[in-house]
């Protein structure tokens, strides 16, 4: 019997969603070039260390392709869910993107310059884009009570990292590599109320332990400031790091870690606050005390860490709700990767897989400044507030900008917030665990 020869299916993670590109909205354009302003593009000179003489750098040449007009290629290709370079080459040349006149160039041209382009430089972008954003908007808390505790810390702040998806295999070096070789892995910091990029990091590979970045991530956090992470960076020597450095931190306790307590500072029937110290084996010390947390929720003792180990400047309560804050940063991984297609890597270069995610971040920031303007014209906290339904909205907006209907974003927002579900929805489970925490706290 002949056997049918059937093309073999992509692979899921190269399956673009979106076919064709949203439609141009003109607010956020206009938001997006408030922070990309020629003036923080124009002085940047692009530099690339010579390939023989790494210590080397060169002066890149004045191109058609220059800065702004690559900045405003791959911001596009995030915001307006552009499915291709050969797609968003076809927008350059009939409209102009994000303030730029229409532009005749190939495909491979904007591939092999995306190449090259110095990812530092977009690093540096994103860098000053979130400086820029955190002077315009000052970041909310989601309720009065949390202000004076953010007064106490110069920041607070959630770490992680995550994996990106597969590489194409498009050069030769990856076609001798058997498997997916997935793109690499990002490390970055949110604020821990607004959700804000505040530092990021990157790394080729996939891999690569969290700890590794520790010396980064210290650095990153100032004097006084209050950094919220899990257990891939458990280490009694960086837990006595923040100490001498006279900075805080929030963690979970590792399971079967000996550890003596030194005081007991308050307890109820499902919760314990206690001084202990860890780190009692000479080959593994732990110099400083530490204070633990404990809380019995729905039959299971979970127990945090933490340095600060004055209650009155963070309750057992508050240590306990940082940490569940801690999974904002989660869903901030699945948002850009889900809704806007960090999953979707446009090539296998590891330096265009570096601009791609910058590009992203910055996006990110600024739909972020939307949420939390909408959240403040509905009174609503911003944890209530949908990104991904405010970002869905862009599409309806526009449409009612074309019928005349509209000229304000953030106000149109507000007013179809409940036909658009930008307010999330308040569920039974959140109900449950409100009525838990106040059996366990006796504090409504």
């Known amino acids: 019997m002949a056997h049918k020869h059937t093309r073999a299916r992509p692979h899921a993670e190269f399956r673009h969603r979106s076919q064709i590109p949203m439609p141009a909205v003109e607010e956020v354009e206009q938001r997006l070039l408030d922070v990309l302003s020629p003036s923080l593009l124009a002085p940047r000179q692009l530099e690339r260390r010579d390939p023989r003489q790494p210590h080397r750098l060169i002066r890149m040449r004045q191109r058609l392709l220059t800065l702004p007009v690559i900045v405003a290629i791959m911001v596009s290709l995030v915001w307006r869910r552009v499915p291709s370079i050969a797609e968003v080459q076809k927008v350059l040349a009939r409209e102009g993107l994000l303030g730029m006149a229409p532009l005749q160039v190939s495909p491979q041209a904007i591939?092999?310059?995306?190449?090259?382009?110095?990812?530092?430089?977009?690093?540096?972008?994103?860098?000053?884009?979130?400086?820029?954003?955190?002077?315009?908007?000052?970041?909310?808390?989601?309720?009065?009570?949390?202000?004076?505790?953010?007064?106490?810390?110069?920041?607070?702040?959630?770490?992680?990292?995550?994996?990106?998806?597969?590489?194409?295999?498009?050069?030769?070096?990856?076609?001798?590599?058997?498997?997916?070789?997935?793109?690499?892995?990002?490390?970055?910091?949110?604020?821990?109320?607004?959700?804000?990029?505040?530092?990021?990091?990157?790394?080729?590979?996939?891999?690569?332990?969290?700890?590794?970045?520790?010396?980064?991530?210290?650095?990153?956090?100032?004097?006084?400031?209050?950094?919220?992470?899990?257990?891939?960076?458990?280490?009694?020597?960086?837990?006595?790091?923040f100490t001498n450095q006279q900075k805080f931190f929030v963690t979970r306790m590792r399971e079967k870690i000996a550890y003596r307590t030194v005081q007991v500072l308050s307890q109820g029937a499902s919760y314990r606050d206690e001084m202990i110290q860890v780190g009692l084996y000479r080959s593994n010390p732990c110099t400083h005390p530490l204070r633990m947390v404990s809380v019995l929720w729905q039959g299971t003792w979970y127990r945090y860490l933490t340095n600060v180990l004055d209650p009155q400047q963070l309750s057992a309560r508050?240590?306990?709700?940082?940490?569940?804050?801690?999974?904002?940063?989660?869903?901030?991984?699945?948002?850009?990767?889900?809704?806007?297609?960090?999953?979707?890597?446009?090539?296998?270069?590891?330096?265009a897989v570096q601009l791609q995610l910058y590009a992203t971040l910055i996006f990110y920031a600024v739909l972020l400044m939307v949420c939390q303007q909408v959240a403040e014209v509905l009174g609503e906290p911003l944890e209530r507030i949908s990104v991904e339904m405010v970002f869905r909205a862009f599409y309806h907006y526009s449409r009612a900008v074309q019928r005349g209907e509209a000229d304000d974003l953030v106000l149109f927002l507000a007013e179809h917030a409940k036909l658009l579900g930008i307010v999330k929805r308040w569920r039974k489970h959140h109900r449950e665990r409100q009525q838990l925490e106040y059996l366990i706290w006796g504090d409504p």
């Open 111 to 241: 591939t092999k310059r995306l190449a090259v382009l110095p990812a530092a430089v977009m690093g540096q972008l994103l860098t000053e884009v979130c400086t820029r954003l955190q002077a315009q908007v000052p970041p909310t808390v989601p309720h009065p009570r949390w202000a004076p505790v953010r007064a106490r810390f110069s920041l607070i702040a959630l770490v992680d990292g995550s994996t990106l998806e597969a590489l194409r295999k498009k050069t030769q070096v990856l076609r001798e590599r058997e498997g997916l070789v997935l793109g690499g892995k990002m490390m970055v910091m949110v604020e821990a109320f607004s959700h804000r990029p505040r530092w990021q990091l990157y790394t080729a590979d996939a891999a690569a332990n969290d700890k590794r970045f520790a010396t980064e991530i210290m650095a990153a956090v100032p004097v006084g400031g209050l950094l919220v992470f899990d257990l891939g960076f458990f280490s009694f020597l960086w837990f006595d790091d």
């Open 318 to 351: 508050q240590v306990c709700e940082l940490y569940r804050r801690r999974w904002r940063i989660e869903d901030a991984f699945a948002l850009t990767k889900r809704v806007l297609d960090l999953a979707y890597l446009w090539t296998g270069s590891t330096n």
